[in-house]
T-cell receptor
Framework: AQKITQTQPGMFVQEKEAVTLDCTYDTSDPSYGLFWYKQPSSGEMIFLIY??????QNATEGRYSLNFQKARKSANLVISASQLGDSAMYFC???????????????FGTGTRLTIIP | DVKVTQSSRYLVKRTGEKVFLECVQD?????MFWYRQDPGLGLRLIYFSYDVKMKEKGDIPEGYSVSREKKERFSLILESASTNQTSMYLCASIENGYLSYEQYFGPGTRLTVT
């Protein structure tokens, strides 16, 4: 079974609208972390936001928020007021186990290509 | 600012050649990773290292080896390059510790094997 599933290969969104990128995950470990990365056409991976499995509040970073629904095993990224510069590939990723020696490796989803239309 | 650099942005090699991809980080991070990225498959972990001379296989280690002789440098080696190793290769690093969770990525090396 896929550990990280992103079901939207591509999305087109009008500028200034909010957008939700879907991510579901599969793990039996009670301790895990969920990440979103952005990859513009230049290729670099840009860290956006992190949610720990024990965090009570949904993570927010500026225009980015993570809609964490633990029972549904979903960790959707919400971008408010989208901008042209948000056009990029977006990856959801998971780290399983406590953050310590040897547990830092990530499993990535297949990504969603977001295009913002002016 | 953390910097992860990779030796080449673009590389073209012939089938059967031995290929070295170099990654250097300047923040004294213990953990380093090599991923390959292919369309529709996302990023897949090839190898990682949590200390000098230590290495662990990731999800797709076949056809690759790694070397970590110094803490700041992690090399990916293709002993005999094949066309199915044409891909984007990304290096990343992260320090140990409870508060560090962000992996820092290099700019990537786009390798073409002909």
């Amino acid at each position: 079974a896929q550990k990280i599933t992103q079901t939207q290969p591509g999305m087109f969104v009008q500028e200034k609208e909010a957008v939700t990128l879907d991510c579901t995950y599969d793990t039996s470990d009670p301790s895990y972390g969920l990440f979103w990365y952005k990859q513009p056409s230049s290729g670099e991976m840009i860290f956006l936001i992190y949610q720990g499995s024990y965090d009570q509040q949904n993570a927010t970073e500026g225009r980015y928020s993570l809609n964490f629904q633990k029972a549904r095993k979903s960790a959707n990224l919400v971008i408010s007021a989208s901008q042209l510069g948000d056009s990029a590939m977006y990856f959801c990723a998971m780290r399983e186990g406590h953050i310590n020696f040897g547990n830092e490796k990530l499993t990535f989803g297949t990504g969603t290509r977001l295009t913002i239309i002016p | 600012d953390v910097k992860v650099t990779q030796s080449s942005r673009y590389l073209v090699k012939r089938t059967g050649e031995k290929v070295f991809l170099e990654c250097v980080q300047d923040m004294d991070h213990e953990n380093m990773f090599w991923y390959r990225q292919d369309p529709g498959l996302g990023l897949r972990l090839i190898y990682f290292s949590y200390d000098v001379k230590m290495k662990e296989k990731g999800d797709i280690p076949e056809g690759y080896s790694v070397s970590r002789e110094k803490k700041e440098r992690f090399s990916l080696i293709l002993e005999s390059a094949s066309t199915n190793q044409t891909s984007m290769y990304l290096c990343a690093s992260i320090e140990n510790g409870y508060l560090s969770y962000e992996q820092y990525f290099g700019p990537g090396t786009r390798l073409t094997v002909t």
